[in-house]
């Protein structure tokens, strides 16, 4: 029998379920070396936790998360809860003596992330950001293609994460929606993890950048028949300029949660003189890679079932979203065993501190007009 690390839920919304359930079906892979068992599960609200509480592992269910930090067996705790929460419940799970997994944007601003990453110095414990679309087959196959020198001399590279959703004005207004709980960053704090990680881990960091940022609908229905205000920045253009493979390259990021007919949808595109990349989640199994010769090619692949984490799930079949969630969770608590090896892990601290440097300084160029800002380099 694998050894079994117990796990504590903070956030029993979207996305803890989502955790809960790729912890249910854990036996789907073949090569992780240690099991999850769900041990509690807090969230303020107890009509959030009957789900939680029909599960195999029939977690303990609390309403005051303090009370899940006080078990002594809890050795992780996954955190996900609105950004305004961040800050003090991930230094409390680091007070209590707990790993984490913390979700993005690792809280609500760049000082707060500044703090939580002293925080996590100093406590020594084992703290990873969340960010699971680097698990992606194609995205795997396009980061080791990045890194292979395939590209010649880099030409262009774009990283992105679009949703559509928000164009409907009579979708609720909820906490992503308001700068209160969002924080200021709004959709760059949403979305913007998901489109820095790979380039952040290839080591492509914006040295510069310029801003446009924009806003949707000021007013949503409140879900009571009223009305409320709704203050993010929706969409999120950022032009860069990154040092790829020795060359002063653009780099592009765009979070946009105003982007007609996208659902969840991740992308990257790379090119280069020699070579070029792209792969998007609108076509999961699809890789494009570029090719010269005689004739210019963009040579197209079907890809199968090729995530880091091996399963019982036969090579051919495409995998999705639930599958990407539970690599990262193999990733991290493989890597939490220190039997990672060679294989992908997740967004680290100092990624996420990055990834809000990056959004303050979106910030500032929006303020003043789209001017161009410098970003600190890497520590
Ligand atoms: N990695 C991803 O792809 C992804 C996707 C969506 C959201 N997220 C992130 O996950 C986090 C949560 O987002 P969500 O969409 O799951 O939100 P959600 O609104 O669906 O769920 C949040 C839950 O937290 C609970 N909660 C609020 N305050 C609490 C407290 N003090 N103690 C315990 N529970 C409390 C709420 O009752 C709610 O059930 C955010 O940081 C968000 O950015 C990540």
Redesign the pocket.
């Known amino acids: 029998m694998k050894p079994t690390v117990s796990i504590g839920i ?7 379920r989502e955790i809960a359930s790729a912890f249910a079906r854990w036996c789907s892979l073949t090569e992780v070396p240690v099991r999850p068992r769900l041990a509690a599960v ?4 107890p009509a ?1 936790l009957d789900w939680f509480a029909e599960l195999p592992d029939a977690p303990r269910c609390v309403t005051d ?1 303090r009370e899940l930090l006080a078990d002594p067996p809890v050795e992780v705790v996954y955190v ?4 305004h ?1 961040h800050e003090a419940i991930y230094q409390d799970v680091l007070a209590a003596g707990k790993d984490l997994l913390a ?3 690792f809280g609500i601003d760049l000082a707060t992330a500044r703090r939580l990453a002293a925080a996590v110095e100093t406590s020594g414990r084992f703290v990873r950001c ?1 960010s ?1 679309f680097p698990f992606l087959p194609g995205a795997q196959r396009a980061f080791d293609y990045l890194k292979s020198g395939a590209l010649g001399r880099p030409l262009e590279a774009v990283f992105g994460f679009h949703h559509g959703s928000d164009l409907d004005p009579g979708k609720a207004a ?2 992503k929606r308001q700068n209160i709980s969002c924080g200021e960053i709004g959709v760059l704090g ?1 979305l913007g993890m998901h489109a820095c990680h790979l380039p952040l881990r290839l080591g492509w960091r914006p040295e510069t950048l310029t801003a446009q940022l924009t806003k949707g609908y000021p007013q949503r229905p409140d879900g009571r028949g009223g009305l409320a205000s709704c203050d993010t920045w929706d969409n999120a253009l950022l032009h860069c300029w990154a040092s790829i493979d020795g060359q002063r390259t653009p780099l592009r990021l765009e979070m946009k949660r105003l982007s007609p007919g996208a659902t969840n949808t991740w992308f990257l595109d790379v090119t280069g003189t020699e070579g070029g990349v792209r792969f998007s989640t609108a076509e999961p199994k699809t890789l494009h890679l570029f090719e010269r010769g005689a004739e210019q090619w963009w040579k197209r692949t079907d890809l199968g079932f090729g995530t880091p984490f091996k399963t019982i799930t036969g090579g051919i079949f495409e995998p999705g979203f639930p599958d990407l969630i539970q690599q990262m969770w193999a990733s991290y608590l493989t890597e939490r065993a220190g039997q990672l090896g060679s294989r992908f892990g997740c967004a680290t601290v100092a990624e996420a501190v990055a990834t809000h440097e990056i959004y303050a300084a979106a910030l500032e160029s929006q303020q003043n007009d789209s001017s161009t800002v410098n970003l600190p380099a890497a520590p």
């Open positions: 903070i956030g029993g919304g979207l996305m803890g807090a969230d303020l609200n959030a998360y996900a809860v609105p950004h929460l979700e993005k944007p969340s699971e909820n906490w949403d």
